[in-house]
Each structure stands twice: as structure tokens, then as C-alpha cells.
């Protein structure tokens, strides 16, 4: 099975996607919907052996997306002009703006918001705890100085920030608001 492991998660490089994710990943894209059965017979593999060696379906979509957040991420980061935490910000402020733009993510959260939330947010999810980790190595690489919060706990708070803005809508009914998520960030991270 997969790794929960959150270690080691490098934001700033193209990340290796494993085949039957990168299926379900285009599945997810076309239709913003994955069919165990179906990724099953896509994959060439029966559904007994995809359940023992990927798990259910809400850590199937958790690894799907990660890998879209991981390679936007990557994508960002190289393309960044800034330096320091002004790179980190600008990263973060984009990365959200895209996530609360994605007609796949849009899809999920209107259709089984309970879902969507559960493998985007939860600590027992992919996404969450490898976000959260490869954030604060990049916050700890890029900030020039030491800070009284540990890097982890900053960027656990800066995540479940962005995650409250980004899917606000299906939170509180208020439409995401990335401007401000954006400068409460900026303040957290100066």
C-alpha cells in the first residue's frame, strides 16, 4: 500500500506518480469521479488487489490530490522570480487561487462536500500531512532567521488557514476569499 508518510516531501520537484494514481488521475480530471470498479479494469488489476494495495477510495482520491497539489506546487515554486518568504507567500497565494479555480476540485466539493473535506483536511489523509511537511521545509529553507513557533506548527497553521479560506464555501456558505487568507498568511509568516 502506499505510504501515509509525510517525510521527505519535497514541494519544489516534480513528484513520481505512481501508474494506477496517474489513471485515477485522469479519471478524476475527465470526470472529477473515481470509480474503484473502473480504475480496476484500467489498471489491468482486480478490485481485491487494488483495495489491498492502495487502499479505499478516500485514500485513492487523497493520493490523486496530492499529486495534482504536489505538481502545481513544483510548477510554482520553479517559476518563482522572489526570494525568501516572498516566494513562499506568493507560491502559497497562487497555489490557492488555483485550488478554489479547479473545475475537478469544484466537481467534488459540490457533490460529496463531506467526502471532498475528509481527504482534503484530515490529518489521517495524504494530502493534509504531506502538505503540511513540505511546507515547513520550505518555510525553513527560505526564512532567514529563527522563529519562537516551530516550523511544523507554523505551517500546520498556515495550511488549516488556507484550507478554512479555500473551501469556505462549503465550511461557513462565505465565498472563499484568497486576498485576505493571503495577507493573514503574510503577517504569519514575517
Not at 496517474?22 to 479519471?27: S, Y
Amino acid at each position: 500500500m502506499l505510504s501515509h508518510a509525510a517525510t521527505n516531501v519535497n514541494l519544489a520537484t516534480e513528484p513520481e506518480v505512481d501508474p494506477v494514481i496517474t489513471l485515477a488521475l485522469r479519471h478524476f480530471l475527465r470526470e472529477s469521479r473515481i470509480d474503484m470498479g473502473d480504475l480496476a479494469t484500467a489498471a489491468g488489476i482486480g478490485r481485491a488487489t487494488l483495495y489491498r494495495r492502495y487502499g479505499d477510495r478516500d485514500r485513492v482520491l487523497g493520493e490523486v490530490l496530492w499529486a495534482i497539489t504536489h505538481r502545481e506546487w513544483a510548477r510554482l515554486w520553479q517559476a518563482s522570480k522572489k526570494r525568501g518568504m516572498a516566494r513562499v507567500i506568493a507560491v502559497l497565494d497562487q497555489a490557492m487561487r488555483d485550488t478554489v479555480a479547479s473545475p475537478a476540485l469544484r466537481a467534488l466539493l459540490e457533490r460529496d462536500p463531506e467526502t471532498a473535506l475528509r481527504v482534503l483536511t484530515s490529518q489521517q489523509g495524504v494530502v493534509q500531512s504531506r502538505l503540511v511537511a513540505g511546507l515547513a521545509e520550505l518555510i525553513d529553507a527560505e526564512r532567514d532567521g529563527s522563529s519562537d513557533i516551530p516550523v511544523t506548527k507554523l505551517a500546520y497553521a498556515v495550511v488549516r488557514l488556507a484550507e478554512s479560506f479555500c473551501y469556505s464555501d462549503v465550511i461557513t456558505g462565505a465565498p472563499p476569499d484568497i486576498d485576505t487568507a493571503t495577507d493573514i498568511i503574510r503577517k504569519l509568516l514575517a
